[in-house]
């Protein structure tokens, strides 16, 4: 009896799918050859505009691509995607040709997005790039990515922060380098720079990027000359003071340039701090003129 209503249920059963397949609004029964096919896979790209709760990293696999709201808490905002040549068949080394233009058009960028040179800030410029898996699948962009960072000075740590920054350095800001309080050795040599408020004494104070031609990273004490010429015509026109010999009577200078491995990616800029190794002041030194940088006595 119980073998006999099992068979009746199941009969029942099939009986009411098919009947529901047969008034199914006209459909033919055949439900696959209705859906469209599936576009082929391509190639993943990452949008810009947005930003990264996780660490930076040069070489980014699409597995690791979660991007958020830069309203969100965050470290990395990427503020342009560009692309390599599509014949490039493998990732650039770190020194190739392509990966200085891409830094070149990520630091043109960077400066666009934040609406001034973005070494005036406590920013950091990186480029990303995707994973051989990526490359093999066709992938072909460089992701410039910007940071906010503790100090534009040694041992500048990644913030994490919330809000965009573009335009964060069109208009006073928080983020952009000013007075500074100097760190230095038994030897009076500076050893890191310390931001402070200018209406605090300070000795020191950010002036400019000095960008340098190309030529190698400077191993010698010579090979430092030009950095420090180019520094004091910024610090000259910053403090509306001669750029002539003199200058070196009424002021030091701190340069600060990027590290060697950024210097072999094509990054030429150069910050500037003017030092005063033997007093300090209130009050920023821009526009101070000669009343501002007397000459010290020789």
């Known amino acids: 009896m119980q073998r006999a209503t099992r068979t009746l249920i199941a009969a029942l059963t099939v009986g009411t799918l098919l009947a529901g397949c047969a008034g199914a609004g006209g459909l033919d029964g055949d439900l696959v050859d209705d859906w469209a096919a599936l576009p082929p896979p391509g190639p993943f790209t990452p949008a810009a505009d947005l ?20 309203a969100a808490p965050h470290r990395v905002e990427t503020v342009h995607v560009g692309a390599f040549p599509a014949t490039r068949s493998t990732p650039p080394e770190h020194t190739s040709t392509e990966l200085r233009a891409a830094f070149a058009d990520c630091d043109k960028r960077a400066t666009g997005y934040v609406g001034d040179e973005w070494r005036a800030g406590r920013l950091r410029l990186a480029v990303a790039v995707p994973s051989e898996p990526g490359w093999a699948a066709g992938s072909r962009w460089y992701r410039c990515d910007l940071m906010e960072v503790t100090t534009a000075d040694v041992g500048a740590k990644v913030v994490v922060r919330t809000g965009s920054l573009r335009a964060a350095l069109r208009t006073p800001s928080a983020l952009r380098l000013g007075c500074q309080r100097a760190r230095t050795d038994r030897n009076r040599v500076v050893q890191a720079l310390v931001p402070v408020d200018c209406a605090e004494r300070h000795d020191a104070e950010f002036a400019g990027v000095w960008r340098s031609p190309d030529r190698p990273f400077p191993k010698r004490s010579v090979d430092w000359a030009p950095f420090y010429a180019g520094c004091r015509s910024v610090l000259a026109r910053y403090a509306d003071v001669p750029d002539d010999t003199d200058l070196a009577f009424r002021t030091d200078v701190v340069v600060r340039p990027p590290a060697a491995g950024r210097w072999r990616l094509g990054d030429r800029g150069i910050r500037c701090y003017l030092w005063l190794s033997d007093r300090s002041v209130t009050g920023s030194l821009k526009n101070a003129g000669r009343a501002g940088l007397p000459l010290r006595t020789r």
Do not use: L, M, N, T
């Not at 930003?51 to 830069?70: I, K, L, R, S």
């Open 51 to 70: 930003c990264h709760e996780a660490d930076f990293a040069e070489v980014v696999p699409v597995g690791a691509y979660a991007p958020v709201d830069c």
